[in-house]
């Protein structure tokens, strides 16, 4: 299996866009949590947060290939659950199978809530600090805030055994703990 050095290495190659790599750490933290929290393997999921949109530079524009090129690249650098997860994550755009598996839901709202955490701590003045579960649902229902964030993906974390608030705290934490690394100290 690939090591965190050489998935960092290959992120910025195929991914150094500063957003990107931002996403990525965040969606490691947060894969990387959760693998705690359902006694999973904590360096294959997150691994699989780091480099989940290892195409998106080349996939961006259209998405059909998205994912699918990302399990391409890292065949043989992960196991197959973590490939399959990866194509899952974006099925509705590329036509894989969907979402099965704990560790396919666990990435796509996991990667998701990011989007979400991200923007509300940019936008308040304490960034990461005190940031709460019922404020980030007060965002949630707010369609127009992080517009492009999937709600109905974030809440895909119920098919874990998860509730939604519990999520959110766990992903605030998750966070939180790489919050310098990514603008959000």
């Given at each position: 299996m690939i090591t965190r050095e050489e998935a960092l290495k290959l992120l910025k190659?195929?991914?150094?866009?500063?957003?990107?790599?931002?996403?990525?750490?965040?969606?490691?933290?947060?894969m990387r949590a959760l693998a705690r929290k359902l006694n999973k393997d904590e360096e294959t999921w997150g691994l699989s947060g780091l480099l989940h949109d290892l195409d998106y530079a080349t996939t961006k524009d259209g998405a059909t290939?998205?994912?699918?090129?990302?399990?391409?690249?890292?065949?043989g650098k992960l196991p197959a659950e973590a490939l399959d997860a990866i194509r899952r994550h974006a099925s509705e755009m590329n036509g894989s199978e969907p979402p099965e598996t704990d560790f396919d839901y666990a990435l796509r709202c996991g990667e998701t809530i990011t989007g979400l955490v991200h923007t509300a701590a940019l936008v308040r003045p304490t960034k990461m600090e005190g940031m709460k579960p019922k404020s980030l649902k007060k965002k949630?229902?707010?369609?127009?805030?992080?517009?492009?964030?999937?709600?109905?993906?974030?809440?895909?974390?119920?098919?874990?055994?998860?509730?939604?608030?519990?999520?959110?705290?766990?992903s605030i934490d998750a966070i939180t703990e790489v919050a310098p690394e990514v603008g959000l100290a």
């Open positions: 190659q195929h991914n150094g866009e500063a957003g990107q790599v931002n996403h990525a750490l965040e969606s490691e933290a947060v290939r998205h994912g699918l090129d990302t399990a391409e690249m890292l065949e949630m229902k707010d369609r127009a805030f992080a517009a492009s964030v999937n709600r109905d993906e974030i809440r895909e974390c119920e098919k874990l055994g998860l509730e939604l608030g519990d999520f959110l705290q766990l």
